[in-house]
């Protein structure tokens, strides 16, 4: 570790006034904080009462806990410090700017804890994109993901079949200089694509979950459309109302599609309320219902929401026109088809406003009818239902095992690392240096998603979702 490091420091816990604030200290001069402020050191990993004090002035600061970590065994890597300060903002601010005038220090820049960590080899990249998801978890299924990948669900994976890989271009490298003995390449060659042949399947079985793992991180999109006033506004706001449903209402509130965040059953599911859609002549709305489209055609479910007692003659194709008649439902039998590889999302029928239908007992019926979900957004008839519906389709979609694939960078490297063992595989014998240059390929992208290689360009990315003190 560099001597000539800056050391540095950050509020680490929530914006004060709180109960306690946590400021850590990380680089060669943190054992310094602790002597200058509180004139000694505590014993390693040792909670101990320290009395602060302004090394200038020596005014007293205040009374707060002090933590000593000395490389190697801190979060960083190199030697920690932690004060647990009383939360007031002066109390802060002043235990801030002591450390500021002291040599050397400085104020640690957003995620920058964290990075010192990882190029100390503290963390791999997959496990520092983990720690990023586990501060942004909203929900449990979330947080269980993220801890996963922080404790390294991927990237021990990723070094375990790296290993491998070296085993299996060690084989074929060995066949290189045996290539005048006729036989050697081969008995060498073969139990190396054997191996190939086996990553290659396990990679691209992790690849086949990939879009639970990432649709997990965003959230389970659900787009609620239908014709203008068939109150799709009404059963947004119906839903945003159950407290115990929501994460942050109305975030990323635009003109033409409203959202809301959902904690359905412990999975994250996104609901959008598209604008109406209809043709029109108006070039605005045009856009509006294009835009609503969009998002409908991308998402994962659809509840189209008609009038009950109307005749429903005007069913979607999100992509392009609306068709008559009952093609779609028809194709699907109105049913959620679970990973069903169709170009158009399922959709659910919800006949809505069935307070205004006369024969009221024969519509009620239809709430368990798996065609469609009746019921009223204005007075609430069957919210519960529609939710109870949708936490199960949530639970089957994202299945019991959490992804090992939770991003597209994850997701680019194995992709890579499968299509070189396919080409490796692909080769007749006799072609040593060809399938040697292949695993070598392979190596490199499994390389570069644990972040062992070519991570500059990466890390700003992945740092830049960190907040300052982490
Ligand atoms: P949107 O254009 O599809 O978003 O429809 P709105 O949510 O704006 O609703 C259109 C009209 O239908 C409003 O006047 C609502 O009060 C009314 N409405 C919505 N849901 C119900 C319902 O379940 N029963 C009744 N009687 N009226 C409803």
């Known amino acids: 570790m560099s001597p000539t490091r800056d050391t540095i420091f950050a509020l680490s816990s929530g914006r004060p006034p709180a109960a306690i604030a946590v400021v850590r200290i990380s680089g060669p001069h943190a054992r310094l904080s602790l002597e200058a402020l509180s004139g000694r050191l505590p014993q390693p990993r040792q909670a101990s009462l320290a009395r602060l004090r302004d ?21 960083t890597g190199e030697d920690m410090a932690e004060l647990q300060l009383h939360g007031g903002r002066a109390v802060v601010a002043a235990v801030l700017a002591a450390l500021g005038r002291l040599p050397g220090f400085r104020p640690a820049e957003a995620g920058e804890f964290t990075r010192r960590a990882f190029e100390n080899g503290r963390l791999d990249l997959t496990a520092v994109e983990g720690l990023a998801d586990l501060i942004g978890a ?23 079949w790296r290993g491998r890989l070296i085993k299996a271009l060690a084989l074929v490298e060995a066949g290189i200089d045996f290539s005048d003995e006729a036989d050697v390449p081969a008995e060498l060659v073969r139990p190396a694509l054997d191996i190939a042949r ?39 706001n119906r839903i945003a109302k159950r407290e115990a449903a929501i994460v942050s209402p109305f975030a990323g509130t635009t003109r033409d599609v409203i959202e809301v965040h959902l904690d359905l059953g412990g999975y994250p599911v996104t609901l959008l309320d598209t604008a109406g859609m209809r043709e029109t002549e108006d070039p605005i709305e045009q856009e509006g219902v294009r835009r609503a489209r969009e998002r409908a055609a991308t998402a994962d479910l659809v509840l189209w929401v008609t009038e009950a007692g109307r005749p429903m003659t005007d069913f ?32 659910w029928v919800i ?18 009818d798996s065609k469609f979900i009746s019921l ?17 389709y949530v639970q089957q979609f994202f299945g019991l095992e959490s992804g090992l694939v939770t991003r597209e960078r994850h997701r680019t490297q194995l992709t890579v690392a499968k299509l070189a063992l396919a080409r490796a595989l692909s080769e007749s014998c006799g072609r040593e240096e060809l399938i040697a240059e292949e695993l070598r390929l392979a190596a490199r992208a499994l390389d570069r998603l644990t972040g062992k290689i070519d991570v500059e360009d990466v890390l700003d990315v992945i740092f830049r979702d960190f907040c300052i003190g982490k």
């Open 138 to 160: 909203e929900t449990e299924a979330q947080r269980r993901q993220a801890y996963r990948q922080l404790k390294g669900l991927l990237g021990d994976r990723a070094e375990t």
């Open 376 to 392: 009223s957004a204005s007075t609430g008839f069957g919210i519960d239902e529609l939710l109870q519906r949708l936490t199960e």
């Open 198 to 236: 086996e990553l290659h399947n396990e990679i691209a079985g992790a690849l086949a979950q990939a879009g639970r793992g990432e649709r997990l991180r965003d959230g389970l999109v659900v787009a609620i459309a239908g014709p203008p006033n068939a109150g799709k506004s009404t059963l947004l």
């Open 351 to 368: 006949k809505n406003k069935i307070d205004l239908i006369a024969y009221q007992k024969s519509e009620y019926q239809f709430i368990y």
């Open 316 to 347: 979607p194709t999100f992509s392009g026109s609306s068709v008559t008649g009952d093609g779609p439902l028809a194709d699907r039998g109105g049913l959620p088809i679970s990973g069903s590889v169709a170009e158009e999302p399922p959709l």
């Open 55 to 75: 090394p200038g002035s020596a005014e007293s600061l205040d009374e707060a806990l002090a933590l000593w970590f000395p490389s190697p065994r801190s979060e």
